[in-house]
């Protein structure tokens, strides 16, 4: 069994910076991806970035594109989420959330939620004027 629990959420103001943690328990997640997803309010949860094992491949939504920096730390056994340039349409709760069906593998991970097999219990993002 694998917990994953997220951290680094909170108010900032538009145009600030957050960085999101993901520390994982019960297991390496060191040989799998990872990915970020999000949530607001009354919106289905949509893809943020992922990061394959090695960090070799990342990718990410184009909205966050050149503001949002996925990271890990294999030997801490985590992985981050460096988000700069805040604007109000990031406010939602972030997810991380690890799929298991790639060991070692380099490719691009998916961006279907479906996907993924443990998810943590989020942390809340919101960004104000």
């Known amino acids: 069994q694998v917990q994953l629990v997220e951290s680094g959420g909170g108010l900032v103001q538009a145009g600030g910076s957050l960085r999101l943690s993901c520390a994982a328990s019960?297991?390496?997640?060191?040989?799998?991806?990872v990915a970020w997803f999000r949530q607001a309010p009354g919106e289905d949860r949509e893809f943020v970035a992922s990061?394959?094992?090695?960090?070799?491949?990342?990718d990410y939504r184009d909205s966050v594109k050149g503001r949002f920096t996925i990271s890990r730390d294999n030997a801490k056994n985590a992985v981050y989420l460096q988000m700069n340039s805040l604007k109000l349409e990031d406010t939602a709760a972030y997810y991380c959330?690890?799929?298991?069906?790639?060991?070692?593998?380099?490719?691009?991970?998916?961006?279907?939620?479906?996907?993924?097999?443990?998810w943590g219990q989020g942390t809340q993002v919101t960004v104000s004027s």
């Open positions: 990061i394959s094992w090695s960090g070799d491949s990342t």
């Open positions: 019960g297991r390496t997640i060191s040989w799998y991806p």
């Open positions: 959330a690890l799929d298991l069906r790639f060991f070692s593998s380099d490719l691009t991970p998916s961006r279907r939620s479906g996907e993924y097999d443990y």
